[in-house]
């Protein structure tokens, strides 16, 4: 098993997310076109200048007992909740070494998160000025690490061929199931499960991204404030949650005769070394990123048929990424059906990549794409076929689709799949 390039193939997901507590209630909004933003009604609220996010359907309490849960950040709270799903959702019922479904030395687990704990370094620091030193708990470096997401769910599930965490703002969910992809693919695991989970509502992360003039301060219209592509669309909204699906090599599900959601074809990356938050606006970065994915897989344009797009509702980024995309593949463009789930869910910052992942796989395996919704006027800069407020059927044969997230800091992760 030490050959290189095995195919790689999806078996498992799982999801937990402002439309819902796992993949198929997510799912199910998404293609109904329905928002999962709201309105904050927690006190410390009340004076922000944003006061709208995309906030968890089902709280992880409701979930995971309670004596777990508190040693844990709602970061890695949303990883454990959607990896468990796609655990069993893969058909494993037991920890890897418990029974002969996997080889713990060959399960991996790349869980990544944009900015970690935060929520917990920031409620503690606050413990510690209020209430003192005692009162500090002793569980607050684990929970805040940027890696206890991964690790916890490696713990979980018994992965001992390697837990990582790659971190690249909005892209490190994307560049977690990359990086998954390749360890699969170069024969170092049979099994990793991936993905990517942020839980950043939090008075500080939203004043500070406010005062980039970055998010939206729609908070007279919630559902409405997510619009990417429209042309009045002026930010993103702040989402939280996770999304982890779990890969495998083909013939490793074959053999234990796994059902098999698409092929994961590969991955593209680049990085734009423009500027530390604002997209390079002619989307040569992105292009790059996307002319990798096709110099280093078997993909051809003309098999993408839908593209679950970065489109964070933000005036330059949702161009760029369309710029980027003419530039890569042409005419070819004009025959792919172009989304941003962000619209319903908000921007889950690291865990995009992982929730739009389990939304792109879907899309495939059901070949139904979900919509953009409140597009109420195009943006004349936007030359492509979005997809816009209805779900839209997705064409018979073997197609492909791809997932884009790209960061601050110039960070830029294409990653494709396939109908098997």
């Known amino acids: 098993m030490n050959s290189t390039n095995h195919t790689v193939v999806v078996t498992g997901i799982g999801a937990t997310t402002p439309l819902g507590g796992d993949a198929a209630s997510t799912w199910e909004g998404l293609l109904a076109g329905r928002s999962g933003v709201s309105t904050l009604e927690q006190d410390w609220a009340a004076e922000l200048p944003v006061r709208i996010a995309g906030q968890i359907a089902v709280e992880p309490g409701e979930v995971i007992p ?26 494993f019922t037991a920890k890897a070494g418990e029974d002969s479904a996997v080889d713990p030395h060959r399960l991996g687990a790349v869980i990544a998160s944009g900015i970690g704990g935060v929520t917990t370094l920031l409620d503690q620091y606050d413990v510690l000025k209020e209430k003192g030193v005692r009162r500090v708990s002793p569980h607050t470096v684990p929970m805040l690490m940027p890696n206890s997401p991964a690790a916890n769910v490696g713990i979980e599930l018994g992965a001992m061929s390697g837990v990582h965490t790659p971190v690249s703002a909005c892209a490190s969910g994307a560049e977690a199931i990359g990086y998954a992809i390749e360890m699969i693919r170069t024969g170092r695991a049979d099994v990793v499960v991936a993905g990517g989970t ?223």
Not at 68 to 90: C, G, N, P, T, V
Not at 299 to 313: D, G, Y
Not at 352 to 362: F, I, K, N, W
């Open 66 to 91: 309670r004596p777990q849960a508190r040693k844990l950040d709602r970061s890695a709270q949303f990883a454990l909740i959607a990896a468990k799903e796609a655990w069993a959702d893969a058909g």
């Open 198 to 420: 942020e839980a950043a509502i939090h008075p500080l992360p939203i004043v500070a991204f406010g005062n980039m003039m970055a998010m939206s301060k729609n908070n007279d219209d919630p559902q409405g404030a997510s619009r990417p592509y429209d042309a009045d669309r002026n930010g993103f909204v702040l989402g939280e949650g996770a999304g982890v699906i779990v890969l495998e090599s083909e013939e490793h599900a074959k053999a234990r005769g796994a059902k098999i959601y698409a092929e994961a074809v590969g991955q593209g990356i680049s990085a734009d070394a423009h500027h530390i938050t604002q997209p390079e606006p002619s989307g040569n970065g992105i292009a790059a990123a996307l002319q990798n994915l096709l110099d280093s897989t078997d993909l051809k344009p003309a098999e993408i048929v839908h593209v679950n797009a970065h489109a964070t509702s933000t005036p330059q980024g949702d161009v760029a990424e369309i710029k980027a995309l003419r530039k890569a593949f042409g005419d070819d463009v004009d025959h792919m059906a172009i989304a941003s789930t962000k619209s319903m869910t908000g921007h889950l910052l690291g865990g995009a990549g992982g929730v739009e992942t389990v939304a792109t796989v879907l899309a495939l395996k059901h070949r139904m794409a979900p919509p953009t919704i409140n597009i109420e006027n195009l943006d004349p800069e936007v030359d492509a076929d979005i997809i816009r407020n209805e779900a839209r059927a997705l064409p018979e044969g073997r197609i492909a689709a791809l997932n884009d997230s790209f960061g601050f800091g110039g960070h830029n992760v294409v990653l494709a799949f396939r109908t098997v």
